[in-house]
């Protein structure tokens, strides 16, 4: 079986021990994917995996065989910037950059969860729809990304600046 990553097929690995960071990284050398704690708690490694976020550090690449893969390499449109990416320039979402990828990739993910009614923890209302993406709501949903660098006041202005562009 082969893998589709960033939109190229690349074949799964005989080990089925690789984890699909391992392969990324490593193997495929889209080092746009951080290794954080390697143990499902930071989010720095989070990847789409048929639109999906995943953390890729629990993922075993062959999980993925036959499915899309998408990366922060694979997230913009050619050379112009994914709106989340200009987003988080704007909003100053990040410092050091180390949690970015991964920050920006699940909050991709959760505005499509969002746009398809899935509540989180915090949605007051279930029978919600559309579902009011409040800052609340962002925290919430985004919180299996951490960053040290405490940016995390920006990543939420971004998201829903981005959230409103989408809505309108
Ligand atoms: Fe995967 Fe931290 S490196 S969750
Ligand atoms: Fe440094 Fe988030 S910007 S960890």
Excluded: W
């Amino acid at each position: 079986m082969a893998i589709r990553v960033n939109g190229t097929e690349v074949t799964s690995p005989e080990d089925a021990r690789i984890s699909l960071l391992d392969l990324l990284r490593e193997r495929l050398h889209l080092t746009g994917t951080k290794v954080g704690c390697n143990q499902g708690a930071c989010g720095a490694c989070t990847v789409l995996l048929d639109g999906e976020r995943v953390l890729s550090c629990l993922t075993l690449a062959v999980q993925a065989d036959g499915r899309e893969v998408t990366t922060i390499e694979g997230l913009a449109d050619g050379e112009g910037l994914h709106p989340l990416q200009s987003a988080f320039i704007a909003h100053d979402g990040f410092q050091c950059g180390y949690c970015t990828p991964g920050q920006i990739c699940a909050a991709s993910a959760m505005l499509r969860e969002v746009a398809a009614g899935v509540p989180s923890y915090v949605t007051a209302d279930l029978a919600e729809m559309p579902i009011a993406l409040s800052r609340e709501e962002i925290r919430e949903r985004m919180s299996g990304n951490l960053c040290r660098c405490g940016a995390h006041n920006g990543i939420v202005e971004a998201i829903l600046q981005v959230a409103r562009e989408q809505a309108a």
